[in-house]
């Protein structure tokens, strides 16, 4: 199922996955849990240079057993179903010379770029580092579903496309069991 690609960047294909870096844990799903949920920030030093292009970083967290009604693990993309990478349509942290008031064109996309760069300043994406602006999703949250007195294996993956240079990073944190039935896969933003 790799590389993945982005639907909103109709026929770019993205080139073989390089560098992957991740982490597998397999977990003893409690009897009173119906799914689980984490949070992540994605980074990347792909904005705004390689928006839909061959060359892009990825994040993807991969569950097995597959959740029902999905076509593989990957349980973390936006609502128009683009992996969690450049092309994402939560990638809101960044800038651009007109930004605020105005989003950013890059790639030939419009972004809010909202959060703007403050929350990129230290963390080796902001132009701090290297005197550009990178990019950021934010802080989203990823839901799934998860059958109870079971074994579920996550993985959650980082890779570069294309080539092996300017990688990107994801923070995941704040991992709950959650207790309710009726879970469903869905990644969102985190209120502010």
Known sequence: GFPKESPSCPGKITGEPND????????RVPSNAHGFT?????????????????YNDFFVALVSPIPEGQ?????????QGNPVSVNNVFLDACGCPDNPPTGCLAGN???????????????GFGHDTDGFDHGSTGWLQTTAPAVPNTTMTIRWVVYDSGDGNLDSSTLIDNWKW???????VETIPIPK
């Open 20 to 27: 992957a870096v991740g982490i597998e844990m397999a977990l």
């Open 178 to 184: 959650i207790g309710e039935p009726g879970v469903s």
């Open 109 to 123: 996309k419009n972004y809010k770029c909202s959060l703007g760069t403050s929350s990129l300043m230290g963390t």
């Open 38 to 54: 984490f949070q992540f920030n994605f980074y990347t030093y792909e904005w705004p240079n390689y928006i839909c292009s061959q």
């Open 71 to 79: 076509n593989d693990g990957n349980v973390s993309f936006d609502n």
